[in-house]
């Protein structure tokens, strides 16, 4: 258990609609980044959140958002979902500066399906 | 940009020894880092190399040459609850705090 928590576990939804997705991480924990995670393969760095501003982001397009809270919670949302954004999402926090954190706690993650 | 290679299925019997390979493209480097991912369950983290050299946890190992961009990951007396998929990972500073993995070993221990 790492204290990193996410919901809904499932969701499924339809082309064209907007999702949010939710993650707490363990109090204490500054930094939070969203992945998301194809079947068979590695997870995807989307962006990560350094005391409630983005800091990094990877190669996924802006309808790919996010927000962190200062009670440690955190939102990853969706718009004009895709089926290619079928996926597990995963969010992952740690402790500390934002750069040269290399071990990070990752949550359950959220299985989401664009039918 | 940044790629890992690592090999896609690896298969061992318990108690035996195994290595995971993992060669990196960046254009900058932090370190590199282990984690294991149980089917339907979280990745977790395992070890990080920032150093050249041999870093060991109990029954696994991790290892960094940076000169080569190689590193691997040992893991010794295989037991069947190691039966995982196992990632490596770098961290790229000139690529927006980025980390990236690699597309994971899927590692078999059989009885």
């Known amino acids: 258990e790492t204290g990193v928590t996410q919901s809904p576990t499932h969701l499924i939804k339809t082309r064209g609609q907007q999702v949010t997705l939710r993650c707490s991480s363990q109090s204490g924990h500054n930094t939070v980044s969203w992945y998301q995670q194809a079947l068979g393969q590695g997870p995807q760095f989307i962006f990560q959140?350094?005391?409630?501003?983005?800091?990094g982001r990877g190669n996924f397009p802006p309808r790919f958002s996010g927000l962190q809270f200062p009670n440690y919670s955190s939102e990853l949302n969706v718009n004009a979902l895709e089926l290619d954004d079928s996926a597990l999402y995963l969010c992952?926090?740690?402790?500390?500066?934002?750069?040269?954190?290399?071990?990070?706690?990752f949550g359950p993650g959220t299985r989401l399906t664009v039918l | 940009g940044q790629s890992l290679e690592q090999p896609s299925e690896v298969t061992a019997v318990e108690g035996a020894i195994v290595q995971i390979n993992c060669t990196y493209q960046t254009s900058g480097f932090y370190g590199l880092s282990w984690y294991q991912q149980h089917d339907g369950g979280a990745p977790t983290f395992l070890s990080y190399n920032a150093l050249d050299g041999l870093e060991e946890t109990g029954r696994f190992s991790s290892f960094l040459s940076r000169s080569d961009s190689y590193g691997y990951l040992l893991l010794q007396e295989l037991q069947m609850k190691d039966s995982a998929s196992y990632f490596c990972?770098?961290?790229?500073?000139?690529?927006?705090?980025?980390?990236?993995f690699g597309g994971g070993t899927r590692l078999m221990v059989k009885p």
């Open positions: 990972a770098v961290r790229d500073p000139n690529a927006g705090n980025m980390l990236t």
């Open positions: 992952a926090s740690s402790p500390g500066a934002r750069t040269t954190e290399n071990e990070q706690f």
């Open positions: 959140y350094y005391r409630e501003e983005e800091n």
